[in-house]
């Protein structure tokens, strides 16, 4: 069945607790799943394909967070539309009719892979558009879709630090369970969850450690930053020094749905209840508790 814009349609949804009760955000960029028409129209690609993009189901496991006193924004619109995990104009020339103004970032590593802002491919490298885009198009939708989430999402963490002192952005990604050449050169099966801290530079150790105990505790397997350290999110908003955490999670979808058939599978109970357990943890973090004493001296001095 094709999820298309309903009349009543938001860009984004934002998730606020009862009583502001922890210093949490968590942001869910890559999840939405309401196709407008008429970007089903301009795509050469089926509704199934269109949407393998999508960090599917996440919202499932997340929206729970403000019953335990964090907040949550979400985009509704899907990532094939437009990526929020990106600079604001990161695009590829090759996509328009007419060349782009000098601002735009057209040689991004990214932009290389057809992943901009507004993308070229899906999954497995797979072409979106039937014809090229109009650059004018494209800026309404940057202005219309990315800066309402980014700024939303800005706003959410200085309330938050302003509130508790700190705050922490727990970003919510999915991972296909195969990838080919990432970490090996052979196919190979991604562990359960990948943490992206941008090496330590997005957020303290000692938080990036709790979530990685937690998660071994519970019997998954976790590696830090490799392949995923991080994206545009995780990069621009984590500002330890500043009393700004923030940390990327990437869950293997094998864990709860069938990626064939984009259905949920027998794991998704388990997978529900643990990650429900994380959330309450991280939501009862103080600031004191998680953030080495070398970050709270240096932001203060």
């Not at 993308?119 to 879709?145: G, H, Q, T």
């Not at 970003?171 to 196919?187: E, F, G, L, V, Y």
Request: charged fraction near 25%; glycine fraction near 4%; charge should be neutral.
């Amino acid at each position: 069945m094709i999820n298309t814009l309903k009349s009543n349609f938001s860009s984004i949804s934002i998730l606020k607790p009862r009583i502001e009760s922890s210093a949490c955000v968590f942001s869910l960029p890559h999840s939405g799943r309401e196709y407008m028409p008429s970007f089903i129209d301009s795509s050469k690609l089926d509704y199934k394909i269109l949407r393998s993009s999508e960090d599917f189901f996440l919202d499932y496991f997340f929206d729970i967070a403000p019953g335990y006193g964090s907040s949550l924004i979400k985009a509704n619109f899907p990532r094939a539309f437009l990526d929020l995990n990106r600079e604001p104009f990161e695009l590829d020339p090759d996509m328009f009719c007419e060349k782009l103004p000098e601002f735009i970032n057209t040689r991004s590593k990214k932009v290389a892979l057809g992943l901009g802002t507004i993308p070229r491919v899906v999954s497995n490298s797979r072409e979106i558009y039937k014809n090229k885009l109009k650059w004018n198009d494209a800026e309404k939708r940057i202005e219309n879709f990315y800066f309402p989430f980014h700024m939303n999402l800005k706003q959410l963490l200085i309330k938050k630090k302003s509130e508790f002192g700190f705050s922490v952005l727990i970003d919510c990604h999915s991972m296909p369970s195969m990838t080919q050449a990432i970490i090996d050169s052979r196919n190979h099966m991604l562990p359960d969850f990948i943490l992206g801290d941008n090496f330590s530079k997005s957020s303290s150790k000692e938080l990036s450690s709790f979530i990685e105990d937690f998660l071994i505790n519970k019997g998954y397997t976790v590696i830090r930053n490799n392949p995923y350290s991080g994206g545009f999110i995780t990069q621009n908003y984590g500002k330890p020094l500043n009393n700004i955490h923030a940390i990327q999670i990437e869950i293997n979808r094998s864990l709860y749905m069938d990626e064939q058939n984009i259905e949920i599978n027998d794991g998704y109970l388990l997978l529900q209840k643990n990650l429900k357990d994380l959330i309450r943890e991280l939501s009862q973090i103080t600031k004191n508790n998680f953030f080495s004493k070398n970050h709270n001296q240096l932001a203060a001095e």
